[in-house]
């Protein structure tokens, strides 16, 4: 690694003279996709993207518009400079927490009359970024950017919404309409998602408008006012086969490093959640709750969260956060009782009722007093620039009073969790909480498009609720099959007894990973995953529609294995022990089914990876 370190350093000092061509390439390190950039007779730019010499995305075009100048034409290449980036860097949650990035940028440096425009180009193994950089003072008031799919591609979308809660849509056309980012395509042998990374409250969010196979980036706020200086967040393509691209952490890479020095309080867990397991009523009920701090208690999971309604006044009525909730609250009763169990409390709160810096400094350091571990902030709704400066003010609060924090009512995560690690899960998906539209199809899509990209708080587990799609083992599947620091677990108590093995296994899967593999799959038919934690591997399968056995590769085990599979049986989930030494276990999945095991290394005498 030392070379690649000096290189970075001596490459960062050289800048490549003035040249007339118009057609540059930035090609990743050791294979992956190449870049190219070109500059038109008329001073356009546009980039393209092509891996194993395939066209993944046609040329595109690149620039923004400002008040004071038009940046996507008439351009000039004044300069150009490269050099290698290499990063080290831990995470306390996504799908491994240990990363190393390798990428290779290029700077160009154009100029219109006295204007001037940075484009920043980045590859990598798993993908290829840009982002743009403007001096002094102004506003942008669009960007040309947008990117062009070639013809025939299969996409997997989701219309846009400012929470981003729809659900994902496999299309062979494409109709005109406005979609989320993260957008998933099959371009021939190769994966496209089109991502972003490293959004926060300088700029405005993205979403996508398709015209005929071109996707135009369309902006949040018309006016985007900056004072000192821009840099806009990484527009990002990640891209390969589809195990490359689900297990791809580039959008993580690109996003700036930890603004945290400790991060010891960060602590990411299992979590009771009782929302659909009764709703506001047991939201405001002392004894419910210590109900769940019990039953976590017996079962060793550490979180317990408190939803929407624990701080309604119960003499008004009044929904909203006032100078009496510390009043009249139980809350602190709950956490030390939960103290006493070895179990944390987490709270919902309404993002309105902190939306001011001394709000926060005021009611965060009150939770904080009392002991609370973690926070959930609901109905955010917005990706405007003045909403994304509430997302900075609000993360430096919350890390200021060791506060974990799940975002609800969302933006999704853009390298969120890299620069303030006590983010432990968005929202920003259409979820179990949904009691229509939701589909095996679109949960079969999540892995590779939303969950892609980030952590994401699907709340899985609701086995009460007969409006779900899977069967149970398919529903436990999703704990491995989804990756969340902070896994809200939804089922009630009696779901919960009802399905002895599903206890079983939900007792033993982590929430935080050191390795991921995608095994099998295809976006909205099913999907196998595998994830490591220390020396056993979980995993996780569901498959949307008709029954199928599902041949699991086990090649990554190396040596023999004990996998214990449970899996929907003809009574319930039932459990069965397979001793694998490579090859493929067949495993037998009903319509909408799905499986959940456990693998440890095989040694004489071992029946069971149960500790």
């Not at 400790?262 to 009920?285: F, Y």
Request: overall charge neutral; charged content about 20%.
């Amino acid at each position: 690694m030392n070379w690649l370190l000096t290189g970075a350093l001596l490459a960062g000092l050289l800048t490549a003279p003035v040249t007339p061509a118009d057609t540059w390439t930035i090609k990743a390190p050791a294979g992956g996709p190449v870049a190219t950039v070109h500059l038109d007779t008329q001073g356009r730019p546009s980039v393209a993207v092509s891996r194993g010499g395939a066209a993944v995305l046609a040329p595109s075009p690149l620039g923004v518009t400002t008040e004071q100048a038009d940046l996507t034409t008439g351009l000039s290449l004044t300069g150009r400079s490269s050099r290698p980036v290499v990063e080290k860097y831990s995470t306390t949650a996504g799908k491994r927490l240990d990363r190393l990035s390798v990428m290779n940028e290029t700077r160009f440096r154009f100029t219109r009359g006295e204007a001037r425009l940075d484009l920043v180009v980045r590859a990598a193994r798993d993908g290829v970024a840009y982002r743009y950089e403007l001096p002094g003072a102004g506003a942008v008031l669009g960007e040309a950017s947008a990117f062009a799919v070639p013809a025939g591609a299969t996409a997997w979308l989701a219309g846009h919404r400012r929470d981003y809660e729809n659900p994902f849509i496999q299309y062979a056309d494409v109709p005109p309409a406005e979609y989320q980012m993260p957008a998933l395509f099959g371009v021939g042998q190769n994966y496209l998602l089109l991502a972003e990374s490293a959004l926060n409250g300088s700029y405005t969010g993205p979403h996508l408008v398709s015209d005929q196979g071109t996707y135009k980036i369309a902006l949040w706020d018309a006016r985007v006012p900056y004072d000192h200086g821009l840099t806009t967040p990484w527009r990002v393509m990640v891209t390969g086969d589809l195990a490359t691209v689900t297990e791809s952490t580039l959008v993580d890479d690109l996003a700036p490093g930890s603004r945290l020095a400790d991060t010891s309080w960060i602590k990411p867990g299992k979590v009771l959640w009782s929302w659909l397991a009764g709703g506001r009523g047991v939201q405001q009920s002392l004894a419910a709750q210590k109900e769940f701090v019990d039953y976590a208690s017996q079962h060793r999971w550490p979180y317990v969260l408190v939803d929407a309604g624990w701080y309604d006044d119960p003499v008004t009525g009044e929904r909203a956060w006032t100078d009496r909730t510390a009043d009249f609250t139980w809350i602190p009763q709950l956490v030390e009782y939960g103290r006493t169990h070895g179990v944390g409390i987490m709270v919902w709160l309404r993002f309105s009722d902190f939306d001011t810096h001394d709000e926060r400094v005021q009611r965060f350091g009150l939770l904080r007093q009392w002991g609370v571990k973690g926070v959930k902030l609901d109905f955010i709704d917005s990706e405007a620039q003045e909403r994304l400066q509430w997302y900075d003010g609000t993360l430096r609060d919350l890390a200021d009073n060791q506060l974990m924090v799940n975002f609800h009512g969302s933006t999704v995560p853009k390298g969120i969790n890299r620069t303030w690690p006590q983010v432990m899960s968005m929202e920003g998906v259409h979820g179990a909480e949904k009691s229509s539209n939701l589909t095996t199809s679109h949960l079969a899509a999540l892995p590779y498009t939303r969950n892609e990209i980030g952590s994401m708080d699907y709340t899985p587990m609701a086995f009460q609720r007969p409006s779900r799609p899977t069967s149970d083992a398919h529903e436990l599947a999703l704990s491995v099959v989804f990756e969340s620091g902070l896994t809200n677990l939804a089922g009630s108590l009696e779901a919960y007894r009802a399905r002895p093995e599903a206890e079983r296994f939900l007792d033993q899967v982590p929430t935080v990973w050191d390795e991921t593999r995608l095994l099998s799959g295809r976006p909205a038919d099913h999907t196998v995953m595998a994830r490591r934690s220390g020396d056993r591997w979980f995993i996780g399968a569901g498959v949307s529609g008709a029954a199928r056995t599902l041949q699991v590769p086990t090649g990554f085990l190396r040596g023999r294995w004990l996998v214990e599979v449970t899996r929907d049986g003809a009574d319930g989930l039932v459990r069965e022990a397979h001793v694998v030494h490579g090859g493929t276990l067949a495993v037998e999945v009903p319509a909408e089914g799905g499986f959940a095991a456990i693998a440890c290394r095989w040694r004489p005498g071992l029946t069971t990876c149960a500790r």
